[in-house]
């Protein structure tokens, strides 16, 4: 008789280490959605593995009840790779900051990104170095006062969306460390073949506290992000009367009623990389909402599997081979 498993919940996913974040700290939010989304769908601790830079997203490891990885600054990416393509039915996720993946990480995430590893990568951005005690960070808004930029930042921040749609991932989406649809989105990643990337606004009360206020107060929040549907206009607002309309190619909040109708407004498709980028550079600052859920979804051939076909072709048309007939092909040298 086969034996019924245990049906795990999310406490069988928490760990036995301390959670060591500041309190209040907007990680332990996405922690606790994370281990619910993992008992949602099941996932296997002893194939599953989570692979972080460094910094205070990165300890993200520590705290799941499966394997890890806690790399060093900005290579979570190659070690991310290396676990995918020794094991591929390995279940990976990567945990990174704005700063970790962005600064020095940023070429290696491009290029992760690019091979389409089925590897769901959560980038949590708080715009602000917090581990190493309040530094601007490449996301860190312009004229951001810090203690590295006494006098406001005059460096434009980086859109980690728009990176990784340039950067061709098959799935990108943004969500909130405290939104109630984090959760989806989060489950959406993990059923997605090939590399997710998923933004998610994450409060530092300790040196960056309300950076996402707007997208955080239930007064408001309605007001200031537009929640993403697949094929519904883009609706937003407390009351449901505004929109985003495309007028001379440029997107522009109107009223519904007033100056549309529901009908007129650009509808969302996952599937059109173009107007994902469009989403992407829409700010908040610049008077649009900002756009939450699933901006791109499309997949592709994963690089861990072209990678073993490459190989096992190999072998076909050679043989196995041994490692000394490796180290013996070629030019070789004899030095007298």
């Not at 109630?180 to 998923?198: I, M, S, Y």
């Not at 001379?248 to 007129?264: E, L, Q, R, S, Y």
């Not at 610049?286 to 901006?295: C, H, S, Y």
Request: aromatic share 8%.
């Amino acid at each position: 008789m086969a034996t019924q498993l245990p049906v795990l919940t999310p406490k069988d996913y928490a760990s036995d280490q301390d959670v060591r974040w500041c309190p209040g700290c907007g990680d332990y939010a996405i922690l606790t959605q994370v281990r619910r989304v993992m008992a949602k769908i099941q996932a296997e601790r002893h194939n599953t593995v989570f692979v972080s830079g460094i910094g205070c997203s990165s300890r993200f490891p520590y705290y799941m009840n499966t394997y890890g990885f806690h790399t060093i600054h900005g290579r979570a990416p190659a070690v991310a790779s290396g676990v995918k393509i020794a094991n591929p039915n390995l279940n990976v996720w990567m945990v990174t900051g704005d700063g970790d993946g962005l600064s020095i990480g940023g070429n290696h995430l491009i290029h992760f990104l690019r091979r389409n590893f089925n590897v769901k990568v959560m980038l949590f951005n708080n715009r602000i170095y917090g581990l190493t005690k309040g530094q601007y960070s490449p996301t860190s808004e312009e004229g951001k006062k810090t203690k590295t930029s006494p006098t406001g930042s005059i460096e434009l921040p980086l859109s980690p969306l728009s990176i990784a749609i340039a950067a061709e991932a098959g799935f990108v989406a943004r969500s909130v460390d405290v939104d109630k649809d984090l959760p989806n989105v989060l489950e959406r990643a993990a059923g997605h073949k090939g590399t997710t990337f998923v933004e998610i606004y994450q409060d530092c009360n300790i040196f960056n506290h309300m950076a996402f206020q707007y997208a955080t107060d239930k007064d408001t929040k309605e007001d200031n992000i537009l929640r993403l549907e697949h094929g519904k206009p883009m609706i937003f607002g407390k009351a449901r009367d505004k929109g985003i309309r495309l007028i001379g190619g440029k997107p522009v909040v109107v009223t519904i009623g007033k100056d549309c109708t529901a009908d007129d407004l650009l509808f969302h498709d996952e599937k059109d990389v173009s107007l994902a980028f469009m989403l992407s550079r829409m700010s908040h600052t610049e008077g649009f909402p900002e756009p939450v859920g699933v901006f791109y979804a499309v997949e592709d051939k994963c690089y861990e599997d072209l990678l073993d076909k490459q190989v096992k072709d190999a072998i076909a048309a050679k043989g196995p081979g041994t490692l000394a007939a490796l180290l013996d092909t070629g030019d070789t040298y004899e030095v007298k």
